[in-house]
């Protein structure tokens, strides 16, 4: 696509632009006078959905007039609400239905997950993550190796940069399998990585990993409702992510998971247990010996928080109208925009760390501004640009195609380039 800096330009591809409409799905984040301000965070927290008010209204009136029997009501009866959320969730991520499922949070899905698929011996102990893997991922890792009684010392390996470059190199990942074999249980990558917004080739890794007899994972938190991962083909282990952030779920919102089929019925695998996951027919009746749902429905512990879920079925609807290939789409013009328009710049001070191959990234820019500090990104938020800031000297800017458009990206760079 041929990009030109201007405003006339940036109007002219909104008035094009088929999801222009869901903008208007949307709240934009406000100053105090009540002006829209450019919201390019929602790597951290998406906006929220008008239709979210709606759609948890509906559960707290039927509460109210239901109680109990709510569970069993005609519409989103209660017991089966999370079923509802498997088809647009899969969609969204490359998975069949029965492989995902909406639960408990990111962290806590990361450590069931790991309790499943990462069961260390004395010749097969070790994790390999990426060096910047976001820090809860890092110490759920290091206290996963530390309860089966290893040393993240010795069973913890990092896949890092080279020395004066900020991504990771595939080649190096495979070096560091090679090298270390038959002793690495497990991989477990952040896919898009949330400080680069470099993304990783799934399939490439998995297959890597297994055919070293690893088992592999994701964290998709950065990536899911942006990149299209494919999940199920890829043939990965598990991924989990959560949706607050792209999928727009509002603030802690619930996380999801996914279970590669081939493990559904897998009676060997490890794991922690609880009701929600036990066959439905006999839930209740409480009887002893645990007999697992034969999907990823089987990981559930608890009954779940069903007006967090409400917020999670208003956004995963309208990613299911829109078409997360409509979505994609968008994004890779979007991100595509606003890395012209940096580019423009011509700022020596001004280096994109992000991959500029839009196949090796999501929606995320991470801008690195040499001799900055924090008040740059002051400056910016005082100008109305919300984005993110990464220490020591990386603003971090991800126009998310659903309710960010080119106007929004346009005028980020005008505001940047002033304060420069
Ligand atoms: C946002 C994020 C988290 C946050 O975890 P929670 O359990 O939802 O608080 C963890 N890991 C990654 C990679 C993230 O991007």
Redesign the pocket.
Known sequence: MVYENNLAFAKAQDEKDPLKEYRNHFYIPVDKEGNELIYLCGNSLGCQPKSVAQYIEQELNDWADLGVEGHFKEETPWMSYHEELAKPMAHIVGAKPSEVVIMN????NLHLMMVSFYNPTPSRHKIIIESD??P??KYAVESQIHQRGYDPETSLILWQPREGEELCRYEDLETLVKEHGDSVALLLI?NTN?YSGQCYPIKKITDLGHNNGSKVGF?L??GVGNIMPDLHESGADFAVW?T??YLNSGP?SL?GCFVHERHHTDKNIQRFTGWWGQNKDTRFNMRKGFDPIPTAEGWQLSNPPILSMAAVKASLDIFEEAGMSNIRAKSEKLTGYLEFLVNELNNEHIAIITPSDSSQRGCQLSIQVKNADKSLHKKLTEAGVISDWREPDVIRVAPAPLYNNFEDVYEMVERLKKIL
Do not use: E, M, V
């Not at 949070?105 to 806590?108: F, I």
């Open positions: 949070t990111l962290t806590t893997a976001f809860s991922d952040g949330y964290d938190a950065h959560c607050y952030k802690g996380g």
